[in-house]
């Protein structure tokens, strides 16, 4: 079943001792009679492969002389019934099914158009067509130019002629010779040249194509995805995406998929089906490890929570297992995050906040506005709002420095007196220094009953040296004790030990080290393995200083090595083996390390989903992040959630704070 030379990553597989006669008997006597007996059905089926199934269909026609499609649709309903049959269908024959369905009547499902075409292999396109003909006697090509148009159309039918190359040998020049053209055809072009995109992602091997995005990535400061959102639109933008998402990695592509199929109110049940039925005997561990590693969760889990009934057992035997259960790090999840972590090391990304210093700036000028929009009756916070955001740090302490100097008041103050709220907590924050901003942050974590962990571990395990050492400073400025001593007092273990050694600020700041990056990834490997002689203890502490003192570069270097070692990611590995805060600032700073305007991304939305909002951490890194790197924040969130952070914050907040929050976020993308 597996292609010569590679490992099976189905999850559906041949029957031992199958007898096609035999089942096809047990089918009919599940069906004969009164009502239907979908658990035996559901058993059966799910348990035979595809072409297993097609022989128990021949059989049962030559032993009944009936179809047995027709009878499973007749005795059973729903989705359940969709499901089955769509089982009992060769790939290619319910591939074309879907087509002909999207396709068909008022209106196209683009979506279902856009996920076959752009996820098949050249062998499977050439199938797809031929079944499309012998089933429906009209040609595919035909029927989608019919129903399609513009660039979305001219990239379908380029997909449907199942050319793209295959040959692994691949030319460098014409790798960096197609990231230039591609660079060029948008980014660096009044308009965008369509064409040369459809050309290059429609008929460049996927191997080359990876290489094109790495060398992308690297002389534009972008990842391709996210040039393609800012140059192209609609389906056509969305096809393009799917095709990038497939070059890079079909398992995860359809774990996405999946996953939003499956996610908040309802479920898209024609696309759950789709793919369990297409990838059961392809891919389906892969997309589970894959969607474990990214979700958090088990697909396994996702389906038992999300649908119920016959419908519920079928896709969970179509799955195969739960890998809640701490499984294996399979091959495929493996590649990716080896991938990532190459994308990480190579990328030269520069990073950019969205608050810049005000042109024309002048502070008494300022000092006066603010004034005007306190005095008297009421306040005008617009006034405030428009000032304090669109002005620089710096700028906004010499307005403090000339409102004290012109009025002999604290503006602090009079702000505190004027404002509440949100927006009163967004706006002081603003007017502080970073380094008194983080330690006030770092204080209200350990005082008081209760200790905020994720505050310290956001904070510690993101800044860098000289605004661990402004910190430091700040802390003790205003509160006369030292950072190092009240993190010590307020927490212990393993966890204060990580965070005294973060608070130290004593991080290399050199290259990587490609030989003691080997040496570093090996003590990691020695804390994974239950059989090592060495002191688990003594094994923690040297994997603590090593995360905590080592450079990002080197890092990036040691989390390759233990993935070449292990075949597990190192977010996996911490994952598996330790718990609590110590886990949560483990991931913490190797999330930092691999990619940190994504983990600020991926804690926004975590803010702002689901049933309320937590005001506290969006407020701190909207303000924290404004000037150093939240236009990359907003280009990863939009990469990781499919929305824009402006377009967040608009529906998740209100009023004068969600003003101000709007004005730091500096657009809509």
């Given amino acids: 079943m597996a292609p010569k030379g590679k490992v099976y990553r189905g999850s559906v597989k041949d029957f031992p001792g199958f007898d096609a006669s035999q089942d096809a008997e047990a089918l009919y006597n599940a069906m004969k009679g009164f009502g239907s007996d979908k658990e035996a059905i559901l058993d059966l089926i799910t348990s035979r492969s595809n072409k297993q199934r097609v022989e128990i269909c021949q059989a049962y026609k030559s032993l009944y002389g009936k179809d047995l499609i027709a009878d499973l649709k007749y005795e059973l309903t729903g989705k359940f019934e969709r499901l089955i049959v769509s089982l009992m269908r060769p790939p290619a024959y319910s591939d074309a099914k879907e087509i002909k369905d999207a396709i068909a009547g008022i209106g196209t499902d683009e979506k279902c158009l856009i996920e076959i075409l752009a996820s098949r292999t050249n062998q499977e396109i050439h199938d797809l067509v031929a079944a499309y003909k012998d089933a429906y006697e009209r040609d595919l090509e035909a029927d989608i130019v019919g129903d399609t148009s513009g660039h979305f159309k001219k990239m379908l039918v380029v997909l449907l002629q199942g050319t793209r190359e295959e040959d692994d040998v691949v030319s460098e020049d014409l790798v960096e010779q197609d990231a230039k053209d591609l660079l060029e055809a948008g980014e660096l072009k009044w308009g965008t040249d369509e064409a040369q995109f459809i050309y290059i992602l429609g008929r460049r091997s996927k191997q080359h194509l990876r290489l094109v995005f790495d060398e992308y990535?690297?002389?534009?400061?972008?990842?391709?995805?996210?040039?393609?959102?800012g140059e192209l639109s609609g389906d056509f933008e969305k096809l393009m995406l799917a095709v990038v998402k497939c070059v890079r990695s079909t398992a995860e592509y359809f774990a996405e998929r999946l996953y939003k199929a499956m996610k908040g109110l309802g479920t898209r049940d024609n696309t759950l089906i789709r793919i369990m039925v297409s990838r059961s005997e392809i891919d389906m561990l892969d997309i589970r490890e894959v969607f474990r590693t990214k979700y958090e969760k088990s697909l396994y889990n996702m389906i038992k929570e999300d649908t119920s009934g016959e419908y519920k057992k079928a896709l969970l035997k179509l799955c195969g297992g739960d890998d809640d259960a701490a499984g294996e790090f399979f091959p495929e999840a493996a590649q990716v995050a080896y991938r990532m972590w190459e994308l990480s090391a190579v990328a030269k990304v520069e990073l950019r906040g969205t608050v810049q210093p005000a042109g024309g700036f002048n502070d008494d000028g300022d000092a006066q506005v603010l004034r005007k929009a306190m005095k008297g009756l009421g306040t005008d916070e617009g006034a405030i709002i428009d000032v304090v955001t669109q002005r620089s740090n710096a700028q906004r302490q010499q307005i403090l420095k000339a409102y004290k100097a012109h009025y002999g008041r604290d503006l602090m103050a009079d702000l505190k007196s004027e404002l509440s709220g949100s927006l009163a907590k967004l706006i002081l924050g603003l007017m502080l220094t970073p380094a008194q901003y983080d330690a006030k942050q770092l204080r209200k974590a350990v005082e008081g009953a209760g200790t905020d962990e994720s505050v310290l571990i956001e904070i510690m395990a993101t800044r860098n040296n000289q605004e661990i050492a402004a910190i430091n400073e700040a802390y003790q400025?205003?509160?006369?004790?030292?950072?190092?001593?009240?993190?010590?007092?307020?927490?212990?273990?393993?966890?204060?030990?990580?965070?005294?050694?973060?608070?130290?600020?004593?991080?290399?700041?050199?290259?990587?080290?490609?030989?003691?990056?080997?040496?570093?990834?090996?003590v990691r490997t020695k804390l994974a393995d239950v059989s090592s002689n060495d002191s688990s203890d003594s094994l923690e502490t040297r994997f603590l200083s090593i995360l905590c003192t080592r450079s990002y570069p080197h890092l990036r270097r040691v989390f390759q090595e233990f993935i070449k070692m292990t075949n597990h990611d190192v977010e996996h590995a911490i994952r598996k083996r330790m718990s609590g805060d110590v886990r949560d600032a483990f991931l913490a700073i190797v999330r930092s390390v691999k990619n940190k305007p994504a983990f600020f991304a991926d804690k926004l939305y975590k803010s702002m989903k689901g049933a309320g909002t937590d005001e506290r951490t969006l407020t701190r890194i909207m303000i924290s992040r404004s000037e150093i790197d939240l236009l990359n924040i907003r280009g990863e969130f939009i990469d990781l959630f499919d929305k824009s952070l402006h377009h967040m914050i608009e529906k998740d907040t209100s009023g004068d704070y969600r003003k101000a929050l709007l004005a730091l976020c500096g657009g809509e993308d």
């Fill in 217 to 229: 990535l690297k002389i534009s400061g972008k990842p391709i995805e996210r040039s393609i959102r």
């Fill in 477 to 522: 400025e205003a509160y006369h004790k030292r950072l190092e001593d009240d993190l010590s007092s307020d927490t212990s273990g393993h966890f204060k030990r990580i965070l005294v050694s973060l608070a130290l600020g004593n991080r290399d700041e050199g290259p990587e080290n490609l030989t003691q990056a080997h040496e570093d990834a090996k």
